[in-house]
């Protein structure tokens, strides 16, 4: 699947079309008004709908229509790569500039992303062996893209590494980087929990083991969790303490 937007990308594409440039044609297009307009989540539920690659293009950099749509849909796009590497997608998503004199390159870059996933072959949520496990992952990675702790987070990264706060300070981009890619694991590992406790309470170390994480670490999360009201206590065993997520928590 490729999102194209309208002013450079797919009028990339539509040259290349009328030059009869040669391309493979298992790609299906979506025609968007920017690449800043992808959302993240557009990207995950294409995956959960089985499609076994996403391209994202937009104008080079410094010639978005909108300015700074590309810039944002870097940002975001970036982001959205680090969640998918958790759970061992992101090779299948690419994000690249196409502009609109550019057929040749329009028809390259569809030929190489086509070429890589069909080595990486078929989506691994086509198969039944690791489809529960994969609706899972992105399940909880679409669920953290649509959190407004992360939504807040890249959304403001550009201001808060390039601006001064009120009290003059400037957060460098390394900083942010590991504060991002620590709030990205957690919020990940997090989203994780709640999705296994959705319907049967589970205990610390049974939730642990399903996650293959440490039974301390999962503690803390829970800890945060039931802050958040998102998670409670279930029932309590012989003195073990089930967890279980809490609807419209
Ligand atoms: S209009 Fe092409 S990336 Fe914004």
Same mark, same amino acid.
């Given at each position: 699947?490729?999102? $194209?937007?309208?002013?450079?990308?797919?009028?990339?594409?539509? $040259?290349?079309?009328? %030059?009869?440039?040669?391309?493979?044609?298992?790609?299906?297009?979506?025609? *968007?008004? @920017?690449?800043?307009?992808?959302?993240?989540?557009?990207?995950?539920?294409?995956?959960?709908?089985? &499609?076994?690659?996403?391209? *994202?293009?937009?104008?080079?950099?410094?010639?978005?229509?909108? #300015?700074?749509?590309?810039?944002?849909?870097?940002?975001?796009?970036? %982001?959205?790569?680090?969640?998918?590497?958790?759970?061992?997608?992101?090779?299948?998503?690419?994000?690249?500039?196409? =502009?609109?004199?550019?057929?040749?390159?329009?028809?390259? &870059?569809?030929?190489?992303?086509?070429?890589?996933?069909?080595?990486? !072959?078929? =989506?691994? &949520?086509?198969?039944?062996?690791?489809?529960?496990? @994969?609706?899972?992952? $992105?399940?909880?990675?679409?669920?953290?893209?649509?959190? =407004?702790? $992360?939504? !807040?987070?890249?959304?403001?990264?550009?201001?808060? /590494?390039?601006?001064?706060?009120?009290?003059?300070?400037?957060?460098?981009?390394?900083?942010?980087?590991?504060?991002?890619?620590?709030?990205?694991?957690?919020?990940?590992?997090?989203?994780?929990? /709640?999705?296994? #406790?959705?319907?049967?309470?589970? =205990? *610390?170390?049974? #939730?642990?083991?399903?996650?293959?994480?440490?039974?301390?670490?999962?503690?803390?999360?829970?800890?945060?969790?039931?802050?958040? !009201?998102?998670?409670?206590?279930?029932?309590?065993?012989?003195?073990?303490?089930?967890?279980? %997520? &809490?609807?419209? !928590?």
């Amino acid at each position: 699947m490729g999102f $194209l937007c309208n002013w450079c990308s797919y009028a990339g594409a539509d $040259l290349a079309g009328v %030059s009869r440039i040669q391309y493979p044609t298992n790609i299906r297009i979506i025609r *968007v008004m @920017c690449s800043g307009r992808v959302d993240p989540t557009f990207v995950v539920d294409a995956f959960l709908h089985g &499609i076994d690659g996403v391209l *994202v293009l937009g104008c080079h950099l410094g010639d978005c229509h909108y #300015i700074t749509g590309n810039y944002e849909a870097e940002i975001k796009m970036s %982001s959205l790569s680090k969640l998918l590497n958790i759970v061992k997608f992101s090779d299948r998503m690419q994000l690249d500039w196409v =502009s609109a004199a550019e057929g040749n390159r329009f028809a390259q &870059i569809v030929s190489e992303f086509t070429k890589h996933i069909q080595e990486l !072959g078929p =989506s691994p &949520i086509k198969e039944n062996k690791t489809k529960t496990q @994969c609706i899972d992952d $992105l399940e909880a990675v679409k669920s953290v893209l649509e959190s =407004s702790r $992360l939504r !807040g987070l890249i959304a403001r990264q550009r201001d808060l /590494v390039t601006e001064k706060n009120v009290y003059g300070n400037q957060i460098p981009a390394e900083k942010f980087e590991n504060l991002l890619n620590d709030a990205i694991y957690n919020e990940f590992v997090r989203h994780k929990i /709640v999705i296994k #406790i959705k319907e049967i309470g589970k =205990s *610390v170390p049974d #939730i642990a083991n399903e996650i293959g994480i440490k039974a301390k670490e999962v503690l803390e999360h829970i800890v945060v969790l039931r802050s958040r !009201g998102l998670v409670d206590v279930h029932e309590i065993n012989e003195e073990i303490p089930t967890f279980i %997520s &809490i609807r419209g !928590g």
